[in-house]
């Protein structure tokens, strides 16, 4: 889809060419915190492979002082001449002669900036104990920035050695992805140069430099590799969680993929300014500082969990990425969607405390589903043109689709055999490049199947199916009729008829909590017999919530399953499937919204979580809804969720009970958080009642509840409570409690104050760059809210490109979806298409990178205002059945 109908030719992208490829370099760096900028001197081996008289390879905003290069006899030619596509970021060096295949050497002396864009080597700014700004310099280079740092082949089949030295001054820490073998001062007395040792092949955006005022903690593996947590002055101490973990997952990550790590050291680095989560470098892996950084009694469970999955998700790259990587960006799932699988298997090995494949489903199977359900979705394997612009491609299809077929395919083949298939690729492809089809061989191989009939439907198709089941009985035997097709929230046809071979598993009644029945579903319709399910017994599909597909039961089906829903006889995963079904059912107009309030309202024994998130997430959709009516079917709606949820709020209180798990603190504050934002006086008192001691006596807030009641004191705690959460965050020195301040002040409903907001955020840069997409994230709460981030959005466009480095920043992006994906109406996602296609500030190459995000967000707006128009009259029928 083409979002603004240009009918101006996509920009021709090139890759380099084939004939000389990079083996070694020799990089040296002298970072300057005065001026912002780094001398850099690079030998590059090269290997020319054909006759050539030019050479062509990356470079990006580099003042190349010399070119220079030594053939294999000797000779050596300096000044040469060069040319430069900016556009391609193409540097063409004219060699003065025609010269024969040889091996030869390029040496480069340039001057590159210390920019502060999060990406290349980069500028990260931080206060000390006194209040002084500092600085540090770290490094982003993926997809396509380690160029902005060094001249190189900058695609990630060209992999090489490296030789690092990085000139600083006295006082700082030097780090680099390997461990330093020596340090000297420099001839003029100024400098240490830090030189580290020869790394291994690589491809070019795994290089990572970090230098600074830094302190560090350490550990080793029982492999003997040496663990370094490293951070700013005064927070080592809360890298301990992450050391520890990070001890386990190497020495655990070893025995599970049957290859040692083979590095002698990786250093865990904390980044006060990063663009991304973290970095998997090898060696040298950097995080956010929230992404590392816990304090026992500040950090919630929640994001203690995910420090876990992230940890554990950047170690497992050092295997599929580093040690085995992709050979061109369409791939790029080999990476990430085994990291994040990964990391599940890890921690859920290792942290059982977590419960974290309960989250799963929610944060990745139900996320994934919820891209990829648009129609301006993509496949797993996403055709990359121009990989400048991959940043849109970090999203939930890469990650948590990817993450959940991965375990689809480990639960359909079983763990032993996908591990033997894994390990099988990684010794096959180690130090080298793979594609998609080399993992099916390895798995075909492991199994005995043939895994890619089974899965490229599943990698190469946009969108997955829902399946659409009826039963009848047949004496003992329970005969399925199975109907599959694409699933799209717009509720609309699958213009690309799609097919894929679906997984299917059966559990019933009976023995809830086993697969009954497995079979693979491969055509649009079949039937299947279930043998011995006596009549009247409910029986489910997707058992465990394990497939990467919707089901859609008849209303018999539907029916006999609420009694086990209620008594939660039905596991957990099975009643969270269900609900998440009907939710995003609810969407594309297949069930009504009164259909799926019963079903919530039947959950009123409900004590999980992840169930009560599911519910919640559907009575959401249920709320902005009737919003959008008006404000007295608003009042009205808010009212019947407060009956839904009142009884749950009782039961739970608002403080941690003795002998409680890790669950039960963050349901509490998951439906005390809904009563609130339904106006329930009585929460809304506590929660204020909670926030004011805490403020004035000092009262400890229990970190998972604390959201929930800055939420309450932003909303209705008007002047006086945006005040004191401005002051909280003002004098926080943890991530956490930052980033929930600004999420709460966001949900203020005094435009007045949100637009201080934004002018203390945006504008007086108080809030830094990689955390300001926070400053939308609460304000589609309310009309207001949506309407303002909007107008601030279209207000402020240039300096929102200038700030994150273009249209192509993931955070940019990220602003863009967040300012409108929350409208209803058709009128306003014509607005916003409009706004994008006639923009002055864009060029058509920047419309061209946005194209997908454009989509995505159009396709919500429409989503909204259809799920809006289709239960106009469910919604009013329902609330007078419950007497509202």
């Known amino acids: 889809m083409t979002t603004c109908g240009s009918n101006k030719a996509a920009v021709k992208f090139e890759r380099l060419p084939t004939f000389a490829e990079p083996t070694h370099y020799n990089i040296k760096l002298v970072p300057n915190f005065e001026q912002f900028t780094f001398d850099g001197n690079v030998d590059i081996n090269v290997t020319i492979k054909e006759a050539t008289d030019i050479l062509k390879l990356h470079s990006q905003s580099l003042n190349i002082r010399n070119v220079a290069i030594t053939?294999?006899?000797?000779?050596?030619?300096?000044?040469?001449?060069?040319?430069?596509?900016?556009?391609?970021?193409?540097?063409?060096?004219?060699?003065?002669?025609?010269?024969?295949?040889?091996?030869?050497?390029?040496?480069?002396?340039?001057?590159?900036?210390?920019?502060?864009?999060?990406?290349?080597?980069?500028?990260?700014?931080?206060?000390?104990?006194?209040?002084?700004?500092?600085?540090?310099?770290?490094?982003?280079?993926?997809?396509?920035?380690?160029?902005?740092?060094?001249?190189?082949?900058?695609?990630?089949?060209?992999?090489?050695?490296?030789?690092?030295?990085?000139?600083?001054?006295?006082?700082?820490?030097?780090?680099?992805?390997?461990?330093?073998v020596s340090t000297t001062t420099t001839s003029d007395g100024k400098r240490q140069a830090v030189k580290f040792a020869t790394s291994p092949k690589m491809s070019s955006y795994?290089?990572?430099?970090?230098?600074?005022?830094?302190?560090?903690?350490?550990?080793?593996?029982?492999?003997?590799?040496?663990?370094?947590?490293?951070?700013?002055?005064?927070?080592?101490?809360?890298?301990?969680?992450?050391?520890?973990?990070?001890?386990?997952?190497?020495?655990?990550?070893?025995?599970?993929?049957?290859?040692?790590?083979?590095?002698?050291?990786?250093?865990?680095i904390a980044i006060p300014d990063f663009s991304m989560g973290a970095m998997e470098n090898w060696g040298l892996v950097t995080?956010?500082?929230?992404?590392?950084?816990?304090?026992?009694?500040?950090?919630?469970?929640?994001?203690?969990?995910?420090?876990?999955?992230?940890?554990?998700?950047?170690?497992a790259h050092l295997w599929f990425g580093n040690l085995v990587t992709m050979k061109w960006w369409t791939d790029l799932w080999l990476k990430e969607g085994f990291a994040s699988f990964m990391e599940y298997m890890f921690v859920g090995a290792n942290c059982p405390e977590f419960k974290i494949w309960l989250h799963f489903v929610n944060d990745e199977l139900a996320s994934g589903m919820?891209?990829?359900?648009?129609?301006?979705?993509?496949?797993?394997?996403?055709?990359i043109d121009n990989p400048n612009e991959l940043d849109e491609i970090y999203d939930s299809i890469t990650y948590a689709k990817s993450n959940s077929v991965n375990r689809m395919l480990c639960y359909y083949l079983s763990e032993p055999v996908f591990q033997k298939g894994l390990r099988l690729y990684l010794k096959k492809f180690q130090y080298s490049n793979a594609v998609t089809q080399d993992l099916w061989t390895a798995l075909s191989e492991a199994s005995g199947q043939n895994v890619n009939d089974l899965m490229s439907g599943?990698?190469?198709?946009?969108?997955?199916?829902?399946?659409?089941?009826?039963?009848?009985?047949?004496?003992?035997?329970?005969?399925?009729?199975?109907?599959?097709?694409?699933?799209?929230?717009?509720?609309?046809?699958?213009?690309?008829?799609?097919?894929w071979q679906v997984p299917i598993t059966v559990s019933v009644g009976s023995n809830p909590n086993d697969v009954k029945a497995r079979f693979v579903l491969k055509q649009k319709s079949q039937e299947f017999v279930v043998e011995n399910v006596a009549p009247g017994e409910w029986l489910k599909l997707n058992a465990g919530t394990t497939g990467f597909y919707r089901v859609e039961y008849s209303e018999e089906m539907l029916k006999d399953m609420l009694p086990a829903i209620a008594s939660r006889q039905m596991p957990v995963l099975d009643r969270f499937g269900l609900i998440n079904d009907l939710s995003a059912l609810l969407n594309s107009g297949r069930v009504n919204i009164d259909q799926f309030v019963n079903v919530a309202a039947s959950s009123v024994f409900e004590d999980e979580y992840v169930v009560w998130g599911a519910i919640d997430e559907g009575l959401a959709k249920f709320l902005s809804s009737s919003r959008h009516i008006s404000a007295e079917t608003s009042e009205r709606a808010k009212k019947l969720v407060v009956k839904l949820f009142e009884k749950a709020g009782n039961e739970l209180g608002f403080v941690e009970q003795t002998g409680e798990d890790s669950q039960k603190m963050m349901l509490r504050s998951l439906v005390q958080s809904r009563l609130a934002r339904a106006g329930h006086q009585p929460t809304i008192d506590t929660f204020l009642k909670m926030f004011n001691d805490h403020v004035e006596k000092g009262t400890v807030l229990h970190p998972d509840i604390r959201l929930a009641v800055f939420g309450a004191a932003a909303r209705y705690g008007g002047k006086d409570g945006y005040d004191k959460l401005l002051k909280i965050r003002e004098t926080t020195s943890f991530g956490e409690v930052d980033r929930q301040c600004i999420v709460a002040m966001s949900q203020t409903p005094d435009e007045t104050l949100l637009a201080q907001l934004f002018d203390y955020g945006f504008g007086q840069n108080k809030v830094r760059a990689q955390d300001q997409l926070y400053l939308f994230l609460g304000t589609g709460s309310t009309q207001m809210g949506v309407d303002y981030s909007w107008k601030y959005f279209k207000g402020n466009i240039k300096s929102f490109l200038d700030k994150y480095g273009g249209a192509n920043s993931s955070l940019f992006q990220r602003c863009l979806k967040f300012a409108g994906e929350n409208f209803a109406t058709e009128a306003k996602a014509v607005e916003f298409q409009d706004y994008f296609c006639s923009c002055p500030q864009l060029t058509d190459v920047d419309r061209q990178t946005l194209n997908r995000p454009i989509g995505q967000t159009v396709e919500s707006i429409r989503l909204n205002a259809r799920l809006l128009e289709s239960n106009r009259a469910a919604i009013e029928k329902l609330l007078q059945q419950h007497n509202l």
């Open 71 to 180: 053939l294999a006899d000797g000779t050596k030619s300096a000044n040469l001449g060069t040319s430069y596509d900016d556009k391609l970021n193409i540097l063409t060096i004219n060699l003065p002669s025609k010269i024969a295949p040889q091996n030869a050497v390029l040496n480069f002396e340039y001057v590159g900036e210390l920019n502060d864009k999060m990406r290349g080597f980069y500028r990260s700014s931080y206060k000390d104990a006194s209040g002084t700004e500092k600085f540090l310099a770290s490094t982003q280079f993926e997809s396509t920035y380690a160029r902005l740092a060094f001249p190189c082949w900058d695609e990630p089949i060209y992999k090489a050695t490296f030789d690092v030295v990085l000139e600083v001054a006295p006082g700082l820490t030097a780090l680099s992805n390997m461990n330093a």
């Open 206 to 268: 795994l290089v990572a430099f970090a230098v600074g005022e830094l302190e560090y903690i350490s550990a080793q593996t029982k492999s003997g590799v040496e663990m370094r947590v490293y951070t700013v002055p005064g927070k080592k101490e809360q890298g301990r969680f992450s050391l520890d973990l990070s001890v386990k997952a190497i020495d655990w990550y070893n025995e599970w993929f049957d290859i040692p790590y083979p590095l002698p050291k990786c250093d865990l």
């Open 458 to 499: 599943w990698t190469q198709q946009m969108g997955f199916p829902v399946v659409k089941v009826s039963q009848k009985q047949d004496g003992n035997n329970r005969v399925l009729k199975l109907e599959q097709r694409r699933f799209i929230s717009d509720g609309g046809e699958d213009n690309a008829n799609s097919l």
């Open 287 to 315: 995080y956010r500082e929230i992404a590392l950084l816990v304090d026992p009694g500040v950090t919630s469970t929640r994001q203690k969990s995910r420090v876990a999955l992230v940890v554990a998700h950047e170690l």
């Open 370 to 383: 919820s891209l990829d359900a648009l129609r301006n979705s993509h496949p797993i394997e996403v055709e």
